[in-house]
C-alpha cells in the first residue's frame, strides 16, 4: 500500500511545524550540553546533531511530495550552501517520487489533450517507466509507430506549490546557512515556476533540438499535438544513466568520447549559442553504448549576456595566468566583488579556486580517473569563495557567473 | 419499433440537457417548463410527457449523468485490470467529470435536496440505487479475486461510499482553487485511507465500536440524547442515517 499522505495546508504547517520545534530542540540539547564536553566530544556531538537534523528535515521533505522534492533536489545542487551531510540525505531524493495511480495518469491526459491515453495514442503503457520529480514517464507509440515518452505532471501540483514555498521558507531558518537558504529558495521558486510549465520546456526542447547540433550529443524530438501545459510527448531516447551504464563496464573509448561530447556541449553552447542547459541532474543524461549522450529535460536552462560571453575567456585567461587584477577586473565587470582584497585572502581563497579552475584546462587533456577528489574539492573551495563573495546590486549567483556547472 | 425507442431517448436527453441550460441561467424557481421545451424545441405538452415536473427534470438529470459515468467507466478497456482503489477513485472522478460541465446545475440539485431533507432523498433514490449498484459491482468483484478479505457490514459499504461521494461533491463545489486541483488531492489522498480501511478490514471494527459505545454510553443519557435531537442538524443527520438502512 501506498504511503497514507498528509492532506492540505494545515497539514502540510503540521509537519513543517513539528519538524521545525524538533530541529531546534536538538539545537538546544546540544548548546545545552556543550560547555561539559571535550572539544573532541563536541565535534562528534555537532556531527551528530547535523546527522539528526538532516533526517528529520530529509522526512519532512518527502512528506511534502513534488514541490519538495524537487526543492531538495535543487538545493542539493548548490553546494556552497548547504554541508555535506544534509546534501547526502538530500541527494536520496533523487529518483524517488511516489507513484501517480492509473486515475490520476488518465485524468491527467484527459484534462491536458482532451482525450483519454487509448484514443490518442496506438499503445500507451499505463505503469511508468521513470519518475519525474514532478510527475512520472509513460511509453507510448504514436499512430505511425514512433516510440515516445509522456511526461505527465501530478495533477493539481502547480497549485500546491506555491503554499509548499512558502512552508520550505518557514524551514529554512532551521538550517545552517538560513540567509543563503533563503535567499536560493527564491531563485528555487522561480525556476520551479519555470520547470512546471512543460510548454516552455516544449519550446526550449525544440529549440536546442534545432540548433544544438554536436556529434556525439541527441536531443529528442517534441511531439506538440501531444504535449500540453502539463504534459510533454518526446522522442523516446535509447541508452541509460550515469550509473547504470557504467555498470556495463563500457569502454575507454566510449567513456572518453561521452566526456569529451558532454564538454563540447557546453563550451559551444556558452559560446555559440549563449544558452545552457542547466540541471545537470543524473537523471537527464542517458549514456548510449557508442558513449554518445542523449540530453533530456530543457525545463531549466540558462541565457547568457553577450557581455558575459565576452568577458568568460578573459576571466579563463586571467585564471589560467594567475592574474589576481584581472580575474578581479572581470569579476567586477559581472557584478561581483570581493573585499578585502588581501594577501591572505588572495592565497586562502582565491588561488585554490583559480588553481582549481584552470587545472583540467591546463593540458590537452585531463584524466577524472587519476583527479578522483577533483569534484569533491571544489566543496570546500567555492564555499570558502562564496564566503568572501559580494554581489553588486545585479546580483549573478556565483555558480552562473562562473559560467559552468561545479557540481 | 426499435428506432422509436431510441428516438424518444434522445428526446429525453435533449430536454434533460436544456432543461440544464435554463435552470443554470434562470434558476431553479424562475425556470418554466415551457422554457425548457423551447430550448429542447419539443412541443409544450411533450415535455409533460417525458417529465411531468420540474423536480423530475432535476433528478432525471441526476440519473441520466449515472448512466454516462457508468458507460464511460464501461469504456476503459484495462478497467478489470485496476485495483479496487483505483477503480472507487475512478468511479469518483468519473462522477466529477461527467458533472463538470453542469456543475451549477448541482449545485441547485444540492441546495434542494441536502437543504430540505424531506424532498430531496427520495427522489435521489434512482440515482442513488444506479451508483451504489456500481459500487457492489466493485467491491464484489475485489472480493471474489481474494484482493480485498470478505467485509463485514459488507451491504452498508455502497452506502457509505454513496455518503462520501457526495461529500466530495459538496467539497467540490465549493473548491475554488485553479483546475479544482485541492479537490483531486483530497480524493487521491481519501481514497488511500478508503483503500487501507477495505483492506484491514477495519469497517467491521469501528461499527462494532460504535455500537459499543452507543449501547453502552449514549442510551443511558437518554435525556441529553433527548434535547439534542431537537437540534435541527441531527434531525436532518438521524434522518438521512435512517434513510440509509
Ligand atoms: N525522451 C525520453 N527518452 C527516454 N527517457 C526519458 C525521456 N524523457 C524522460 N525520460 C526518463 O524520465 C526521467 C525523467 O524525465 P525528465 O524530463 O528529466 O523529468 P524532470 O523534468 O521531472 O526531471 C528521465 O531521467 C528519463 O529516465
Ligand atoms: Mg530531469
Known amino acids: 500500500m501506498e504511503s497514507v499522505l498528509p492532506e492540505g495546508k494545515w497539514a502540510r504547517a503540521g509537519i513543517v511545524g513539528s519538524t521545525a520545534l524538533k530541529v531546534g530542540l536538538r539545537e538546544v540539547q546540544h548548546k545545552v550540553k556543550r560547555p561539559f564536553m571535550s572539544l ?9 546533531t547535523d546527522d539528526k537534523n538532516a533526517e528529520l528535515i530529509f522526512n519532512a521533505l518527502t512528506q511534502l511530495r513534488g514541490t519538495a522534492l524537487k526543492v531538495a533536489q535543487m538545493l542539493s545542487m548548490e553546494v556552497e550552501i548547504l554541508p555535506e551531510r544534509y546534501r547526502k540525505e538530500l541527494e536520496k531524493s533523487f529518483h524517488q517520487v511516489p507513484p501517480l495511480n492509473r486515475v490520476l495518469v488518465r485524468k491527467a491526459i484527459q484534462e491536458q489533450l482532451g482525450q483519454p491515453p487509448e484514443y490518442l495514442f496506438t499503445s500507451f503503457n499505463d505503469q511508468a517507466f521513470a519518475a519525474a520529480s514532478l510527475g512520472q514517464v509513460h511509453y507510448a507509440t504514436l499512430q505511425d509507430g514512433i516510440a515516445v515518452a509522456v511526461k505527465i505532471q501530478y495533477p493539481g501540483i502547480h497549485v500546491a506549490m506555491k503554499n509548499d514555498m512558502k512552508l520550505m521558507r518557514k524551514l529554512a531558518p532551521n538550517l545552517p546557512n538560513p540567509q543563503m537558504v533563503l535567499q536560493s529558495l527564491e531563485e528555487v521558486g522561480a525556476r ?43 522522442e523516446l531516447m535509447g541508452g541509460q544513466h550515469l550509473d547504470a551504464w557504467l555498470a556495463t ?16 556541449m557546453m563550451v559551444y553552447s556558452v559560446r555559440e549559442l549563449k544558452r545552457l542547459h542547466v540541471d545537470p541532474n543524473p537523471g537527464n543524461y542517458l549514456f548510449h553504448a557508442d558513449g554518445s549522450v542523449s540530453l533530456i529535460d530543457f525545463g531549466c536552462t540558462k541565457q547568457f549576456s553577450a557581455e558575459f560571453i565576452h568577458i568568460l575567456p578573459q576571466l579563463l585567461k586571467a585564471f589560467l595566468e594567475e592574474d589576481v587584477e584581472a580575474i578581479l577586473a572581470a569579476y567586477r565587470i559581472l557584478g561581483m566583488d570581493h573585499k578585502p582584497t588581501t594577501e591572505h585572502w588572495y592565497q586562502e581563497v582565491l588561488r585554490p579556486f583559480a588553481h582549481w579552475v584552470a587545472l583540467p584546462l591546463q593540458t590537452e587533456s585531463f584524466d577524472f580517473g587519476q583527479h578522483q577528489d577533483y569534484t569533491s ?17 545585479k546580483r549573478i549567483p556565483l555558480k552562473r557567473a562562473i559560467g559552468f556547472p561545479i557540481y | 419499433m426499435k428506432i422509436n425507442e431510441q428516438d424518444k431517448q434522445l428526446t429525453k436527453v435533449r430536454i434533460l440537457v436544456a432543461a440544464v441550460d435554463v435552470i443554470t441561467i434562470r434558476g ?27 423536480e423530475k427534470l432535476l433528478y432525471g438529470y441526476c440519473e441520466y449523468v449515472q448512466q454516462q459515468v457508468m458507460q464511460e467507466l464501461k469504456d476503459i478497456s484495462n478497467f478489470h485490470e ?12 468519473t462522477t466529477l467529470q461527467i458533472w463538470l460541465p453542469a456543475r451549477e446545475f448541482l449545485q441547485q440539485v444540492f441546495e434542494l435536496s441536502f437543504g430540505a431533507p424531506l424532498v430531496g432523498f427520495t427522489h435521489l433514490e434512482e440515482t442513488k440505487r444506479l451508483f451504489t449498484a456500481m459500487v457492489v459491482d466493485i467491491l464484489d468483484a475485489a472480493i471474489e479475486a481474494g484482493e480485498l478479505p470478505e467485509q463485514p457490514y459488507r ?8 455518503d462520501y461521494a457526495n461529500g466530495i461533491l459538496a467539497y467540490w463545489l465549493k473548491d475554488n482553487s485553479e483546475g479544482f486541483a485541492n479537490t483531486t488531492q483530497v480524493i487521491d489522498r481519501s481514497m488511500e485511507i478508503i483503500a487501507a480501511i477495505l483492506q484491514t478490514g477495519m469497517v467491521g471494527k469501528l461499527l462494532d465500536l460504535v455500537s459499543f459505545l452507543f449501547r453502552t454510553h449514549i442510551m443511558t443519557h437518554t435525556e441529553v440524547l433527548k434535547s439534542l435531537s431537537q437540534a435541527p442538524d441531527l434531525v436532518a443527520s438521524k434522518r438521512r442515517f435512517m434513510e440509509g438502512k
Do not use: C
Not at chain 1, 573532541?40 to 551528530?48: G, I, M, N, V, Y
Not at chain 1, 574539492?377 to 546590486?393: C, G, H
Not at chain 2, 424557481?29 to 405538452?45: F, L, S, W
Not at chain 2, 485496476?82 to 472522478?93: A, I, T
Open chain 1, 40 to 48: 573532541e566530544r563536541q565535534q562528534a556531538d555537532k556531527l551528530d
Open chain 1, 192 to 234: 520551479l515556476q519555470e520547470e512546471v510549465d512543460y510548454a516552455h520546456e516544449a519550446a526550449t526542447t525544440q529549440w536546442f533540438a534545432e540548433h544544438l547540433k554536436i556529434e556525439g550529443i541527441h536531443i529528442p524530438q517534441v511531439y506538440p499535438k501531444f504535449s500540453a501545459a502539463r504534459i510533454l510527448t518526446t
Open chain 1, 249 to 264: 563496464n563500457p569502454s575507454q573509448e566510449a567513456r572518453n568520447r561521452a566526456a569529451q561530447s558532454l564538454y563540447d
Open chain 1, 377 to 393: 574539492n571544489a566543496r570546500e573551495i567555492i564555499q570558502r569563495l562564496s564566503q568572501n563573495t559580494k554581489y553588486l546590486p
Open chain 2, 28 to 54: 431553479f424557481k424562475n425556470a418554466t417548463m415551457r422554457e425548457i421545451a423551447k430550448e429542447a424545441k419539443v412541443g409544450d405538452a411533450t415535455i409533460y410527457n417525458y417529465f411531468p415536473t420540474k
Open chain 2, 82 to 93: 485496476y485495483s479496487v482503489q483505483e477503480q472507487l477513485q475512478q468511479l469518483v472522478e
Open chain 2, 155 to 162: 451491504e452498508l459499504l455502497p452506502r457509505l461510499f454513496w
